[in-house]
């Protein structure tokens, strides 16, 4: 949980089990560890078209949902042209 207040603030890239791949600024986060992103789009991957980005605004999104949160180095992030990149969608997990 207090890995968590690390983030705060900061740029963050989740993966949820359902695939899906948000990035966000971290606004704050609970003890269930529920996460609440602003300014957050959602990225969608593609093998004909380059990466769509979803503007999502703010979100939130439910801790049992997250499989990873991670930081993005937002000068390499803004560097890299996301039409350009062509990747197979993040399947869900299946239990």
Same mark, same amino acid.
């Given at each position: 949980?207090?890995?968590?207040? @690390? ?5 963050v ?7 899906r ?6 606004a @704050? ?7 609440v992103l ?11 078209e ?6 999502? @605004? +703010?979100? +939130?999104v439910? @801790? ?16 890299v042209?996301l ?13």
């Amino acid at each position: 949980m207090s890995s968590l207040q @690390g983030y705060v603030d900061r740029r963050v890239l989740l993966i949820l089990q359902d695939g899906r791949a948000i990035v966000g600024v971290m606004a @704050g986060f609970d003890q269930k560890s529920n996460v609440v992103l602003s300014d957050s789009k959602e990225r969608v991957y593609s093998m004909e078209e380059g990466v769509e980005e979803i503007p999502l @605004g +703010l979100y +939130l999104v439910k @801790g049992d949902m997250i499989i990873l949160i991670g930081e993005l180095d937002e000068t390499l992030d803004q560097a890299v042209d996301l039409a350009s990149i062509r990747a197979e969608p993040i399947p869900p997990i299946r239990y």
